[in-house]
Every structure is written in structure tokens, then in C-alpha cells.
């Protein structure tokens, strides 16, 4: 709780200043890992996999099937509506990749960090039309679970709702509440092991959620079968 409150303050242990050379070329690393790779953007769309976790595949499968406008639509709305998909637009947070809040205020990006952030295009405007399908599939499982329409009273609360509990259970968000307490690690070695991790985890992170859910459904009295059928 402690390292929560600090990092929230920006006081959180930075490491010694002897990191400072092996963090600057382990960001460098990193961010060419992912500008101008085109398997990068290929990647970026399958994370809408695990939304099934929450979300019907019939609704996702709507949610994909978009056209170009009806995309811009769902952008304009999720930001609109959720705080996290406005947050998300404004490349927050620390990832040894994503640009700082002190560049977005100064607006003193560098050559380098010009031409990466080109490169890093691609794989963005991937990850920003995902959410897009996202936030179209929790509006057409709100639809047909909770009978809502675009036009009723509560409509957009309730998709923002959903779509929020899908980023947040199944989605990489790079914010201080969203990362274990390793990835906000600021030193060498978490940030050297950690690089690029946080799909994994993520992953990590359901199955155990999932197998958890299954025993306890088992403990309350399901049958196997049905707390397998339940938790798949």
C-alpha cells in the first residue's frame, strides 16, 4: 500500500543513479522491439480473445464486424464515456516504452523519440481499433442481456460498466492500479526481467482467477462437471 500511495505521488524508489545508463538503453531496447514491426500490429487485435471471459462470442464477433465509421463512433464514445479509454488515448502510463506526463506538459520530444513514435504507429492505432471492438461487443451484450437500446435511459452507464470490467480483467493497462507490485518496480533488474511481461501476466493472472473460481464453486456445492462447464 505504501509503494501504491508513493508511486501515485511520484516518490517511488527510482533505483540508484548508476541505473541511469542501463534504464536509458533498456528503453531503447524496448521500443525497438515494437516500432516497425508489423508482427507487433498483427498481435494487437487477438488480445480481444480473452474478453470472452466476460463477454458472449457472438457479441465480440459484432463487435469486429464494423465498418470505418462505425469504428470512429465506438472510439469517440468509449472515450467519451470511460475514463480509463480516455487515459489509455493519452499514452500513459510507464512502460519503458509510453511517453511521460512531463513530455506531454513540456511537449520536449526529441528526434529520437519522433521517429519512434511513428514507428509505434501501427501497433497503437492496432491496440486503439481493439478496444474500439471491445466497447462494440459490450454494447451488443448489453442489448441482448439487458434488453438496453442506444436510445434507453441508462444505456452507455451499463456498456461503460461492462467494457470497464473487461479492460481491467482481461486487458493490459499500463496504470500504477493495474500493475502487480513488480511491474511498478522502477529498478534495473524488475524492469530488465519484466520487459514485455505484461501479457503474460495478464494470462497468468485469469487462469488462477479461473481455477480459483472453479474450486469454489466445487466447495459450494457444484458438481464437477458443471463448475468445469461454468469456468472453461
Known sequence: ?????????????????????????????????????????LQQPLAITRAGMLIDYTSILKGLKLNPSAIKKNIEEMQKYSGIAAWKSLGFYDVNISRGLTHLIKHDTG???????????????????????????????????????????????????????????????????????????????????????????TNASMLIDAIDKYHLDMKRGMSKRDAWQKNK
Open 1 to 41: 500500500i505504501v509503494n501504491i500511495i508513493k508511486a501515485f505521488n511520484g516518490t517511488a524508489a527510482q533505483g540508484t543513479p548508476y541505473d541511469t545508463l542501463g534504464l536509458k538503453s533498456l528503453h531503447r531496447y524496448n521500443v525497438a522491439q515494437v516500432a516497425y514491426n508489423l508482427r507487433v500490429v
Open 111 to 201: 528526434v529520437f523519440e519522433k521517429i519512434s513514435n511513428v514507428g509505434m504507429w501501427g501497433a497503437e492505432k492496432a491496440d486503439l481499433m481493439t478496444w474500439a471492438a471491445i466497447w462494440g461487443a459490450a454494447k451488443a451484450e448489453v442489448t441482448k442481456t439487458q434488453h438496453l437500446t442506444p436510445e434507453s435511459e441508462g444505456f452507455y452507464e451499463a456498456v461503460t460498466k461492462l467494457f470497464e470490467d473487461v479492460i481491467y480483467k482481461t486487458q493490459v493497462v499500463d496504470s500504477i492500479l493495474t500493475k502487480n507490485e513488480f511491474m511498478r518496480d522502477k529498478g534495473t533488474f524488475a524492469r530488465l526481467v519484466g520487459s514485455f511481461m505484461s501479457e503474460a501476466t
